[in-house]
């Protein structure tokens, strides 16, 4: 199984000098290729491989103005153009937006295949760079792993870190346990389980949003170009680097957990992009980070053999009752709890919902049965007969 081992390392000057002016020279291989097959597109109606790429970036280096991308290692211009073709197939594809232009203050990022790099005494050598990387091992590499490829990042906020591809082979297979949860996700509680307990939420933004807001309004006063503008640019990104460390790690420790302890995990196949799109809620659904966590879950139960089970986004969770069934027409986000009208059962909204995901996710797993709900159709829309020929709506 591949997996990427990500460390935070502190480069000497020398290494620092070389790998900024890599990632620059990266930059500018991309964002070059971008333009070229994006100009002869519009002009020509010319569709630009990566072959044709990797042969422009070739005369490049033979211009007197570029000499300096000789300077550096190959591999990660050649990388780049790869990324790029990556790029352009899932937009083709309809997977993703076309592809945006890199820019210097996002940071960026080099990758080093086994060409051009030595893993010697469980040390990292880069091409021309003579000293070993000074990596901060929190972790060591499964025993017998070499890493295969190796990427290094350079964050907007000044920090530099390193991910080492390698192919484990190692049985990583927890025991099996007796154990099923059904998670509901939610702003207030981030997590309610289907065992009545509720995981609060950090609410990582709002914890550091006064001192987030003071220094984007100094930053925006700042003159472009100017070294204080680099200076508050650099004290927003730290900001920003907290929050997300903070929530990043709060979800992994709650993805263990629920990892360790159940053998089957049910969740909602929810489509976060749509729901952000909603201005009043877009920010905490953002903070609560729904999608990482499912994202976690997934690789983690293949890693050590769970299984995580997706239900359909329109199910009834919350507005079902889980004990006679019944589904009430309306059910407002403003209301936590609520009493069946047909069994008379109290609810409380977020545990009855996990339940009911949990008992859904049963059903799937075992049977694979399909259970979004129809739909009711709209008055106007002409329904089918049993031969294929419209009919109008029966009143």
Known sequence: M??????????TTEQEQILRRTIGCVRLVFNKALASRTEAWYERQQKVDYIQSSAMLTQWKKLDDLQFLNEVSCVPLQQGLRHLQTAFTNFFAGRARYPNFKKKQSGGSAEFTKSAFRWKDGQVYLAKCSQSLPIKWSRQLPEG??????????????????SLRIDDLTDQAMQPVDSAVGLDVGISSLVTLSTGEKIANPKAFDKHYQKLRKVQKSLSRKQKTSRNRDKARLKVARIQAKISDGRKDHLHKLTIRLIRENQTIVVEDLAVKNMVKNPKLARVISDAAWGEMVRQLEYKAKWYGRTLVKIDRWFPSSKRCGNCGHIVDKLPLSIREWDCPNCGTHHDRDINASRNILAVGH????????IRPDRHKSKGQLRKSSNGKKQKPKS
Request: aromatic content about 16%; proline content about 8%.
């Open 363 to 370: 059903t799937v797993a075992v049977c694979g049965a399909n």
């Open 145 to 162: 792993c070499e890493p295969s490829t190796i990427t290094v990042r350079l964050e907007p906020s000044g920090r530099w870190f390193v």
């Open 2 to 11: 591949e997996k990427a081992y990500r460390y935070r390392f502190y480069p």
